[in-house]
């Protein structure tokens, strides 16, 4: 009898050894929410008005530079100049939202420690809110302050004919 019971236990610590291994911290992260409402989001939002106030006035020199050319060249050029300025305003975005996003991993990575989960919202069917743990990274993520790269130097090279065709 004594032996079934010692087999009874063994077989139940058995049983509860995968369950106490799957016992790991679990969290939910609204990521669309942190990218917007964080105060690294809010810093992106106003690094990104100053980028945009450069790529304009460098759209704006370049309108000044090329109001004396012929019609088809000056629309040639501010095409051109528009296109480019267009792609580094997109490389600006994506820095920006990069810089966002390494500083909420950072924060989620702090929170997990060596046992824990978390996964974003958007990949979760069903969840309860004590699980939700957005304004715990937000407010993590507050406490720090995040460096944007520098703002975009703009300048469009003038064409050799412009300049007399001197070199």
Known sequence: MFRYLILALAVCTLLAAP?????VRTGVVDVEKVLTDSAAAKAANEHLAKVQAVLQKGFADLEK???KAKKDERERELEAGRRVLERQMQIELAAARAVVERHMLKAVDKWCGKDG????RAQVLDYGSKL???????KDMDKEKVTFP???VVSFKEKEEEKG???
Not at 19 to 23: G, K, Y
């Open 19 to 23: 369950a106490e291994a799957l016992a």
């Open 65 to 67: 530079r090329v109001a």
């Open 117 to 120: 989960v978390a996964v974003a």
């Open 132 to 138: 939700d743990i957005t304004a715990r990274i937000i």
């Open 150 to 152: 520098a703002l975009p």
């Open 165 to 167: 065709g001197k070199k």
